[in-house]
Antibody, heavy 121, light 107 residues
């Protein structure tokens, strides 16, 4: 079955770095756009970044632009999020999500279980 | 950025009730709107896409409607397992944005 499994979360000090991974299985990973979406404790959902199926098109939310880098390895069925210069406000559960693309990237139809990133001294 | 405003923010209803949540976009988004359900401690789950299409495997008591700036999500007969927070999400423009969520509780 379709599955996404995130890893790499943890406790990091402000200004530090962390790399999240998302392992995909059960579908042709290279056919799909992928996104990272986060949820601060007790808060709503915030889209962070997406990458096209080939990796040629990438977008970021303004809140992470210049600090986070999304990438993918289609040979390894894996999605990544390199997070640098982390701030307290980046504390959240980070989800990877598969994104269906019709004419444009649209719905998030499959989500991982999430990995918690805590930025604190 | 397109702002998505859901109402109400929380809702208490009885089993069997008809429940309606609204979502208003700050500009015309055509039908580029999805609805998700999130149960405590779990990842969100897609229920409705393109404003009114039911995702495969989702019970038919869930439905959506609307276009332009005003959208509605309905549960025709509330079940105990429907207790969750519900989010709308637009994909007309980047950044993709979500409503603030509607927390649904059983009365």
């Amino acid at each position: 079955q379709v599955q996404l499994v995130e890893s790499g979360g943890g406790l990091v000090k402000p200004g530090g770095s962390l790399r999240l991974s998302c392992a995909a299985s059960g579908f042709t990973f290279s056919d799909y756009y992928m996104s990272w979406i986060r949820q601060a404790p007790g808060k709503g959902l915030e889209w962070v970044s997406y990458i096209s199926s080939s990796g040629s098109t990438i977008y970021y939310a303004d809140s992470v632009k210049g600090r986070f880098t999304i990438s993918r390895d289609n040979a390894k069925n894996s999605l990544y999020l390199q997070m640098n210069s982390l701030r307290a406000e980046d504390t959240a559960v980070y989800y990877c999500a598969r994104q269906v693309r019709a004419m444009i990237p649209s719905r998030f139809d499959c989500w991982g279980q999430g990995t918690l990133v805590t930025v604190s001294s | 950025d397109i702002q998505m405003t859901q109402s109400p923010s929380s809702l208490s209803a009885s089993v069997g009730d008809r429940v309606t949540i609204t979502c208003q976009a700050s500009q015309d988004i055509s039908n580029y709107l999805n609805w998700y359900q999130q149960k405590p401690g779990k990842a969100p789950k897609l229920l409705i896409y393109d404003a009114s299409n039911l995702e495969t495997g989702v019970p038919s008591r869930f439905s959506g409607s609307g276009s332009g700036t005003d959208f509605t999500f309905t549960i025709s007969s509330l079940q105990p397992e429907d207790i969750a927070t519900y989010y709308c999400q637009q994909y007309d423009n980047l950044p993709f944005t979500f409503g603030q969520g509607t927390k649904l509780e059983i009365k």
